[in-house]
């Protein structure tokens, strides 16, 4: 084979190599987008109990469907009025900034009692009990997952009585598994995954349970999906 004959068969075996590359790339499943949701016009609509509300154990129907119908319906609802009253006064320049904010404030309490409710109920109907790869993923931030719990449980005690959350989150930006303690529903950590997280307003115990906070977190252990919890930390970290 000649020098030009074998300049000649490389750039052809190269241009084929590139045409089949090509051809990889355009026959590639396309990675599925979801669609646009304009932020002022978006209505949310509440996501149905994923179990029967007298199947939890400790946890009576009447008190999952209040809590479903009058505290998290209610903030969906709520949120939703919210979108369409900040349409109206963002278009008028005659609403004043801090009556516009005020709004947005509203606006960002409703929005994280939607989402951490809905975090709430898809967490339970379980058994309660985490398969031995996530209690190892648990143990190796915590020392031990007892370590874990007990934190955790410590945190729901020292809220009962007043208001709030507890949460299992995973911190993007640390790349950490950490318990928070969260003052209502805007006080969040920053980049954190929701991984778990346990409502300690009185609104979910109360009506079972009247003061006894503890006897409502046993409920709630008792009744943990910890396949969602995996699902949403393999998903995060």
Known sequence: MTEATRRDFLHG???????????????????ETRPARKAYEYQHSPLPLPYASGSLKGLSQTLIQSHW?????????ALNTLRARLVHAASDADT????YTGLKREQLLRTGSVVLHEIYFTGLGGDGK??????????????SYDAWEAEFRKIALGIAGGSGWVMLGYNQSLQLLENYWMADHATAPANTTP????????????????????????AYFAN????AVSRRLEASA
């Open 96 to 99: 004043p900034p801090y009556v």
């Open 13 to 31: 075996t190269s241009a084929l190599s590139l045409l089949a590359a090509a051809s990889v790339v355009t026959t590639a499943p396309a990675a």
């Open 195 to 218: 991984l778990l997280v346990l409502d300690m307003y009185e609104h979910a115990f109360a009506m079972d349970y009247g003061a006894a906070a503890a006897r409502y977190v046993d």
């Open 224 to 227: 943990i999906r910890w396949d």
């Open 69 to 77: 119908e009058n505290n998290y319906t209610g903030a969906v609802k």
């Open 130 to 143: 985490a398969d031995a790869a996530l209690r190892t993923k648990i143990a190796a931030s915590f020392g």
